[in-house]
């Protein structure tokens, strides 16, 4: 038996025939919508932007409690991505910086910022907070503070889709540093082998929790994550909102023909630390300041819309109104009252026992 086997071991094998050239998408086109349009998504990141700065003061003065992750900076991907879906069919699901994107889903700012002080008119009763918003209503699946745990997640919500043939796909975002958890590749796998329509989206605002995206990944060039398990990637400016309604359509077309999953890489910035507890130390006040001078979304899209011929006193009286929209929002929850005991009793299990 030992000769036997040697002997195997010692047959030249044949080689693998080359693997077939895969499709790929077409590379994305830069959004080029109305005046209407581009008027919205400066509304939407305005809004975004002014919520979460507020949010900031709120957590400042003690009526947030527990870990708040801002969105300032990132407000283009959340934008231009669910701008491009249908809401009411397409689900949305992403990690703990969760704020963002229910704004983006036309959820009321009211009941966001209620949940976040902990109020009982908010979107989970209060008892989610900053982390675990949730709404089956408006489709969006969470705020969840396990990193990367939300990818399985909302690989299970294309599969319903697939399965319910009901013509919806599920957004799933994550950021670099959940890019290299074990679970993220199970689901990749699991997406490509049934052609899931998922887009998974790598929200890539280069830090992580702390730690740069090139000390932390051997293939720092997120995209390409997908490429083993032939799911096609594509890199975006996450920086310019119409650069990502692009992706977003060219990543929706290719899902909804019936060709699986698709990888998003968004190149965006946080401006603020990782959570209201980071002083964010790992990186320069001059490196911050260069990104918010070069390349903020808002100030890039506010210049698109002189060109168009808006106003500026047109934006100012745009802002004038978003600030309003969020002090309402940290009125009204700062006035509402907290969850009674009785909820910590509810949402355990499905009935009443």
């Known amino acids: 038996m030992a000769k036997a086997a040697a002997a195997r071991s010692a047959t030249p094998r044949t080689a693998a025939p080359p693997a077939p050239n895969r499709e790929?998408?077409?590379?994305?086109?830069?959004?080029e919508g109305s005046k209407d349009e581009l008027l919205e998504f400066y509304r939407q990141m305005l809004l975004i932007r002014r919520f979460e700065e507020k949010a900031g003061q709120?957590?400042?003065?003690?009526?947030?409690?527990?870990?708040?992750?801002?969105?300032?900076?990132?407000?283009?991907?959340a934008v231009g991505l669910q701008s491009a879906l249908e809401p009411g069919k397409d689900s949305v699901v992403t990690g703990y910086r969760d704020h963002g994107h229910m704004l983006a889903y036309g959820i009321d700012p009211k009941i966001i910022m209620a949940e976040l002080t902990g109020r009982g008119a908010g979107i989970s009763r209060g008892k989610g907070g900053s982390m675990h918003m949730f709404s089956v209503e408006h489709k969006f699946y969470g705020g969840h503070g396990i990193v990367g745990a939300q990818v399985s997640i909302g690989t299970g919500l294309g599969f319903k889709h697939k399965y319910a043939e009901d013509g919806g796909l599920a957004l799933v975002y994550f950021g670099d540093g959940a890019a290299n958890q074990g679970q993220v590749y199970e689901s990749f796998n699991m997406?490509?082998?049934?052609?899931?329509?998922v887009i998974f989206v790598i929200e890539n605002n280069q830090y992580a929790m702390g730690t740069s995206v090139n000390r932390a990944s051997a293939e720092?060039?997120?995209?390409r994550r997908g490429e083993s398990f032939r799911i096609p990637g594509l890199q975006v400016d996450g920086m310019d909102v119409l650069a990502v309604r692009g992706a977003a359509e060219t990543a929706r077309e290719w899902v909804k023909s019936g060709k699986g999953p698709i990888l998003l890489e968004l190149k965006?910035?946080?401006?603020?630390?990782?959570?209201?507890?980071?002083?964010?130390?790992?990186?320069?006040?001059?490196?911050?300041?260069?990104?918010?001078?070069?390349?903020d979304p808002?100030?890039?899209?506010?210049?698109?819309?002189?060109g168009l011929g808006i106003k500026e006193d047109q934006l100012k009286a745009l802002d004038k109104d978003i600030r309003k929209i969020v002090a309402d929002a940290a009125a009204f929850a700062e006035e509402s009252p907290e969850p009674d005991?009785?909820?910590?009793?509810?949402?355990?299990?499905?009935?009443?026992?």
């Open 24 to 31: 790929r998408p077409e590379e994305p086109r830069r959004f």
């Open 58 to 77: 709120l957590y400042g003065l003690g009526l947030i409690g527990g870990f708040c992750h801002l969105y300032i900076g990132q407000e283009a991907v």
């Open 191 to 197: 997406a490509e082998l049934w052609k899931l329509p």
């Open 220 to 223: 720092d060039q997120l995209y």
């Open 268 to 295: 965006t910035y946080r401006y603020r630390g990782h959570s209201m507890s980071d002083p964010a130390k790992y990186r320069s006040r001059e490196e911050v300041q260069s990104v918010r001078d070069k390349s």
């Open 298 to 306: 808002i100030d890039h899209l506010a210049r698109e819309l002189e």
């Open 341 to 353: 005991a009785k909820e910590l009793y509810t949402d355990v299990l499905v009935d009443t026992y």
